[in-house]
């Protein structure tokens, strides 16, 4: 009985910890995304301002 006490509690980390890894990697895509569009939005407004004048 202890045995598959332990092998839950393993399948439970290991689902735990899988569960964060995905969720982080899902962050750090959403970071990268938003700085990028960040970055593009400065381009094209700084681009528009030299054209205008």
Do not use: D, P, Q, Y
């Not at 890894?21 to 030299?50: D, E, Y």
Request: charge should be positive; hydrophobic fraction near 70%; avoid cysteine.
């Amino acid at each position: 009985m202890i045995g598959l006490s332990v092998a839950v509690g393993r399948f439970v980390e290991a689902l735990f910890w899988a569960i964060l890894r995905v969720a982080g990697t899902v962050t750090a895509a959403a970071v990268a995304g938003l700085i990028a569009l960040a970055a593009v939005m400065l381009l094209l407004r700084h681009v528009w301002r030299k054209r205008r004048s």
